[in-house]
């Protein structure tokens, strides 16, 4: 795992300091503590820092190609590198190294922007051709690996795995994006179709650019994308002996290390069913860590012990008080832009915990995306099956009107509030999915942009976008297309963001087996009864699993990392969320609405109503604009 950066001059190919793209790549040097390079020719410069994992002394980067004809900067693993380096091998390809850089390099010798097909893996890297004078950008299939990009004032394209590396260039200007702004305000975090900064654009999961010198840019090229356009037609039992054996090979592939591996155990389906194979492919105790947390009710310590004792694994846990609220500064300045998912506070402790005893670690992310175990999809699934039943406008004015009227209860599980699910059965199935993404709804955000803010977003509308690509999913049903926008939409844009940072904030490599695009094709095909039976999601991935872990395990409410973010906002960070609508950077700028941020946190802290979520995101922001010296 590592940090990339570099710079590329297209239409006029000037000389690029190396000293510039050095300072890019020290501005992440926790992604790549191991070593450091640079390479420099006229028009383009290429910068990495190393974290070792594969070919420790071997495989320094910027790395040339054997005929010395292309260069490399490359963050990521490719777990069939070895499969890959036998084909190459027997079409006449040599090699110098032992790792998997060299063998995209070979790659790209032999197939050009095909290679890209053939690589299994997480990765985002730029290659540089110098026969053909063409710098190529990749990113891999899900987005696990980031790369930001800006094009300057001098016509240059810079990039970056964070960023903080693009930051450190003297021509980047610091103004705010304000459909970025709206966006995160919408879903929590900045999706991938945006960046918090005017100028920078993030290249998409699946996506690659291929630029030219003396040509203009050229827009970025989809490479790979998840269908759900077919079906298989198997039996349950041949599905779940076939979704057996791609687990297997998926968890097996990301085993390859040359450093101490180890596995997050949360105690919950995803992570029990990695560290179960994992266990059964390793002669020796997996190593495991779990957090948990001083307050019983958000605690899943015990489930993760008694899977590590199942499978006699070598296991660390620790717990993390409910206040333990003193390095949120430090968490924003992981991200760079604003992030207010909650729950990077105690991954960001699990991957701190994780790195005293390996340098890799595996989750279960990616499990709730590809097999449908987010209630959410569920209650969209179900939802959708109502929708069949009635004309669009009989819905609208049967559950719109009762869900007008319905009193508001946000406070209850989601079976019983009545009134969102209402609300939800009165719109189409893409407007309600986006309703149940959404954290601050268009009618409060609305009330709290000032009207400086609200011209300029000139009628943008965050919902529209995940709508849209709910709308043109290759798909055939509801719990399909919720499932494509939570692929190729939240999944980039939240978790995988949230993993990354966190992970490479300490330095800790996270590999994500779920997330093989075998298993993920696999999913995609099952029928929906296949994923979602009853009002139970991941239905075929629990019925696989039954054979290795606990029914209590497979089948009890999903929890995830939970943080009392609205406990704290009425207790230790009162004092820093009524700051917001007084003489925050936020009101400042101009932005928003002082008297209605107040109102909104005095009616929380009163606890009058909750809008716990809400301030979490307005604090994250604060902190995150403050540190990147925004400009309205």
């Not at 390809?93 to 995209?104: N, S």
């Not at 650019?209 to 759900?228: A, H, N, V, Y």
Request: net charge negative; charged share 25%; with cysteine.
């Amino acid at each position: 795992m590592c940090g990339i950066a570099g710079i590329f001059h297209s239409e006029t190919p000037k000389p690029v300091d190396p000293i510039r793209v050095e300072r890019m790549c020290e501005a992440m040097v926790h992604r790549g503590p191991d070593g450091s390079g640079v390479w420099t020719e006229l028009g383009v410069g290429l910068g990495h820092r190393r974290l070792s994992i594969i070919d420790l002394e071997g495989s320094p980067q910027p790395m040339h190609s054997t005929d010395g004809r292309a260069v490399i900067v490359f963050n990521g693993e490719i777990y069939n590198y070895r499969k890959l380096r036998a084909e190459l091998e027997r079409e006449g390809a040599t090699f110098r190294t032992q790792g998997d850089t060299e063998v995209i390099l070979a790659a790209w010798r032999r197939w050009g922007p095909d290679c890209l097909s053939r690589l299994d893996g997480m990765f985002a890297f730029a290659l540089y051709d110098l026969d053909k004078r063409q710098l190529f950008l990749a990113r891999d299939r899900f987005g696990v690996k980031p790369l930001f990009l800006s094009q300057l004032s001098d016509g240059s394209l810079i990039f970056a795995s964070e960023l903080k590396g693009l930051l450190t260039h003297p021509l980047m200007r610091r103004r705010l994006n304000p459909q970025a702004l709206d966006a995160y305000m919408a879903w929590g975090y900045v999706p991938d179709t945006h960046s918090i900064l005017e100028g920078v654009t993030k290249l998409q999961a699946g996506h690659f650019l291929l630029l030219e010198q003396g040509k203009p840019l050229t827009p970025q090229r989809r490479w790979w994308d998840i269908s759900f356009a077919e079906r298989s037609k198997g039996k349950e039992a041949d599905l779940s002996a076939e979704l057996v054996h791609l687990l297997r090979e998926a968890v097996q592939s990301r085993m390859v290390s040359d450093v101490p591996l180890g596995a997050f155990l949360s105690g919950g389906v995803d992570s029990s069913s990695v560290v179960a194979l994992m266990s059964e492919a390793s002669s020796e105790p997996v190593r495991t860590c779990s957090i948990g947390f001083d307050v019983e009710a958000l605690d899943e310590t015990g489930y993760a012990q008694r899977i590590a004792d199942t499978f006699e694994t070598s296991h660390e846990a620790r717990t993390v008080s409910q206040d333990d609220f003193s390095e949120i500064d430090t968490l924003a300045g992981m991200f760079d832009e604003p992030f207010a998912d909650a729950s990077a506070l105690p991954t960001w402790c699990v991957c701190q915990l994780a790195r005293e005893k390996v340098t890799v670690a595996l989750s279960g992310d990616g499990a709730d995306e590809a097999f449908a175990g987010y209630r959410r999809q569920v209650f969209h699934h179900n939802e959708e099956r109502v929708r069949s039943l009635l004309p669009a406008g009989v819905r609208g004015s049967l559950f719109g009107g009762l869900g007008r009227v319905w009193p508001k209860a946000d406070w209850a599980p989601r079976p019983l509030r009545a009134k969102t699910t209402l609300l939800a059965l009165a719109e189409s199935g893409e407007e309600g999915y986006a309703r149940a993404l959404c954290i601050t709804g268009s009618n409060i955000r609305s009330t709290l942009y000032s009207a400086t803010l609200q011209q300029e977003l000139g009628g943008f509308r965050p919902e529209d976008e995940l709508i849209g690509v709910m709308q043109n999913a290759p798909a055939q049903s509801g719990l399909d297309r919720a499932q494509y926008a939570d692929l190729s939409f939240w999944l980039p844009g939240d978790i995988l963001t949230k993993v990354d940072r966190t992970s490479m904030a300490v330095s800790l490599e996270a590999r994500e087996p779920l997330l093989d695009h075998r298993l993920v094709e696999f999913a995609a095909k099952l029928p929906d009864t296949m994923r979602v039976r009853g009002t139970t999601g991941k239905y075929l991935l629990k019925k696989c699993m039954e054979r290795y872990l606990p029914q209590d395990v497979l089948y009890r409410p999903k929890q995830g990392f939970v943080t009392p973010i609205a406990a704290w906002m009425r207790g230790p960070l009162a004092k820093d969320v009524r700051a917001i609508g007084q003489n925050s950077v936020l009101v400042q700028s101009g932005w928003f609405d002082s008297k209605a941020v107040t109102a909104l946190a005095d009616g929380h802290i009163s606890g009058a109503s909750d809008h716990s979520r809400t301030l979490w995101q307005l604090l994250m922001l604060e902190k995150s604009i403050s540190r990147l010296g925004v400009q309205g």
